[in-house]
């Protein structure tokens, strides 16, 4: 069977430095009939669960921790049977949400997760958040980026363990530098694709964070 992807949408708030704010999350389901990856955990683990169905569920991926990516994580990998993966350098901001156990595995840049017959690598690219990591499907032409780059520019840097230099290092070395008709789904909002996004690299250096 060939592999497609979803997108499912689910609701909450985002809350970091004292603040909360009302978002929107993405949820990304790469697969076929049979089994699936979920890359990001957010709001809502029923709804994520109703949208997999029976699937095998090989792995829920995370972009990164922020609250708003992973308050449904532990919910939807224990309903699953899935581990989670997350970079380690995000743990500071896991055990934000919780603190008394940490995700199930470490993801590094370049490992690669299989599945229906294809395979996602990791990319780590730091500067929303220090372990944030992106996930590129080659077959499809696809990168899935979470918050580090979105329809319009960098994910934001100007709250706690974030960097916006950083953020442009990883999107010019990480990002940039994939096939310029790569679709580039984000953890928020619209998709957009490198060939689009390319051109205004020194117009969001000149605009800062």
Known sequence: ??????QLVTSGTFSLDGGSWDVENNVWVIGD?????IIDAPHDAAAILEHVGDRRVKAVLLTHAHNDHID??????????????L????????DL?????????DVADGDVFEVAGESLRALHTPGHSPGSTCYYL??????????????GGPGATGRSYSDFPTIIDSIRSKLLTLPEDTVVRTGHGDSTSIGEEKPHLDEWISRGR
């Open 33 to 37: 009939d049979e089994e699936c990856i």
């Open 1 to 6: 069977m060939a592999l497609r992807i979803e």
């Open 72 to 85: 449904a994580a532990d919910a939807l990998a224990a309903a699953v049977h899935a581990p989670t993966y």
């Open 87 to 94: 970079h380690p350098a995000d743990r500071v901001l896991w």
């Open 138 to 151: 080659p077959v499809e032409g696809t990168v899935f980026t979470g918050d580090t780059l979105f329809r």
């Open 97 to 105: 949400v919780y603190p008394e156990a940490g995700p199930a595995r």
